[in-house]
C-alpha cells in the first residue's frame, strides 16, 4: 500500500494542480513547463513528502518525532562515499547516453 500509494497521490495531486493552472494560464501548448507548471509540480512533491511522514511513522509503528530525527552524529567519510557512489551512478548514466542516444546530448 505504501509503495503504491504515495506516487498515486503525488501523480493525483500533479493532474489536480495541473487542471488548476490550466485554468488559470488557459490551455497553452501541454509541452512547455511554464513558472506555473513547475510550482505545481514542486507543490504535489512537497506535498506528497509531508504525508510520507505520518504513513513511515504508522508503517514502522514510531511516532512522527521519531521519524524525523537522526540518531547517529555526521559523517563526513559517509557522505563522501554517498557522493562518490551518486557521481559514479551519474557518470554512468551520461555516458550510456552519448553512446546510445549522441543526438540527445547536443
Known sequence: ????????????LQIALFRGVAMIEG?????????LRLLAVNLS???T????IPVAAR????????VLSFPRRFDR???LRYFGGALVL?????AALAVLAPEATT
Open 90 to 94: 551519474v557518470a554512468g548514466a551520461d
Open 27 to 35: 490551455d497553452q501548448e501541454p509541452d512547455v513547463l511554464t513558472p
Open 49 to 52: 513528502g509531508l504525508l510520507a
Open 1 to 12: 500500500m505504501v509503495v503504491i500509494g504515495l506516487p498515486l497521490s503525488m501523480l493525483l
Open 59 to 66: 508503517f514502522a509503528g514510531v511516532p512522527w518525532r521519531r
Open 77 to 79: 567519510g559517509r557522505l
Open 45 to 47: 512533491m512537497g506535498i
